[in-house]
T-cell receptor, first 116, second 112 residues
Framework: AQTVTQSQPEMSVQEAETVTLSCTYD???????LFWYKQPPSRQMILVIRQEAYKQQNATENRFSVNFQKAAKSFSLKISDSQLGDAAMYFCAYRLGGGGADGLTFGKGTHLIIQP | NAGVTQTPKFRILKIGQSMTLQCAQDMNHNYMYWYRQDPGMGLKLIYYSVGAGITDKGEVPNGYNVSRSTTEDFPLRLELAAPSQTSVYFC???????????FGQGTRLTVV
C-alpha cells in the first residue's frame, strides 16, 4: 500500500518570506500523480499544485513550486512571498496513474502559520 | 455551476441512529469518492464509484454503505452510528481524463 508522510506538523514563516513544506511517499509504482492541497479554516479542499511522475520538470503555479525528487520519493512545496491568506493546513497526496479510479492517499498535513 | 454539493453541512447523531449523507455533482463525472477526515489527520477513502451501479470499498469502509443509481448522486449511509464515526466527511468527483478531483464543502458529523 502507498503511504504519504509529512514530518512537519506545524511551520511558521514571516509574511513575504519563503517556506518549504516536506513530503515523502512510498510506492512501487512508476506511474502516479502527486498533489498539494490547501485546507483553510473553511474546510474546503483546494488544489494548489500537481505533478505527474513521468514529468522531470518541477511544476509551478505562480508563488507555489515543487521540488520533485523521484528517486528519493520526495515532493516538497515551496511557497514564495508568503501572504496572510496562505495560512492553512497543507496536505500532500498521492494517486496511482494508469487511468483508473483510484482515490487519493493523504499525509497527515502541515499547519502553516504566517506571522505578520 | 455548483460543482460538488454535500448536505447537510453539520449533523449530531445519537449512538445507534442511522442517517444518509447526500452528495451530488453536476459535472458529469464518472468517478466519485467518499473520504473521512479525523482530527489532526489527512483524509481517508471510505468508498468510491466508477459509474452508476458500480461501487467499491476504500481503506475504511466498515460501518458505511453506498449506492450509485445515477451519475450525479452518490449517497453515503451510516447504519447504527458509533462515536468512532465522529468525523468530517468529504465527497469528491473527477472524470476519467482529468487528474484533478473536485471536493464538496464537507459534512461535520458528531455521534454522541
Amino acid at each position: 500500500a502507498q503511504t504519504v508522510t509529512q514530518s512537519q506538523p506545524e511551520m511558521s514563516v514571516q509574511e513575504a518570506e519563503t517556506v518549504t513544506l516536506s513530503c515523502t511517499y512510498d510506492t512501487s509504482e512508476s506511474d502516479y500523480y502527486l498533489f498539494w492541497y490547501k485546507q483553510p479554516p473553511s474546510r474546503q479542499m483546494i488544489l494548489v499544485i500537481r505533478q505527474e511522475a513521468y514529468k522531470q520538470q518541477n511544476a509551478t503555479e505562480n508563488r507555489f513550486s515543487v521540488n520533485f525528487q523521484k528517486a528519493a520519493k520526495s515532493f516538497s512545496l515551496k511557497i514564495s512571498d508568503s501572504q496572510l491568506g496562505d495560512a492553512a493546513m497543507y496536505f500532500c497526496a498521492y494517486r496511482l496513474g494508469g487511468g483508473g479510479a483510484d482515490g487519493l492517499t493523504f499525509g497527515k498535513g502541515t499547519h502553516l502559520i504566517i506571522q505578520p | 455551476n455548483a460543482g460538488v454539493t454535500q448536505t447537510p453541512k453539520f449533523r449530531i447523531l445519537k449512538i445507534g441512529q442511522s442517517m444518509t449523507l447526500q452528495c451530488a455533482q453536476d459535472m458529469n463525472h464518472n468517478y466519485m469518492y467518499w473520504y473521512r477526515q479525523d482530527p489532526g489527520m489527512g483524509l481517508k477513502l471510505i468508498y468510491y464509484s466508477v459509474g452508476a451501479g458500480i461501487t467499491d470499498k476504500g481503506e475504511v469502509p466498515n460501518g458505511y454503505n453506498v449506492s450509485r443509481s445515477t451519475t450525479e448522486d452518490f449517497p453515503l449511509r451510516l447504519e447504527l452510528a458509533a462515536p468512532s464515526q465522529t468525523s468530517v466527511y468529504f465527497c469528491a468527483s473527477r472524470d476519467r481524463v482529468n487528474t484533478e478531483a473536485f471536493f464538496g464543502q464537507g459534512t461535520r458529523l458528531t455521534v454522541v
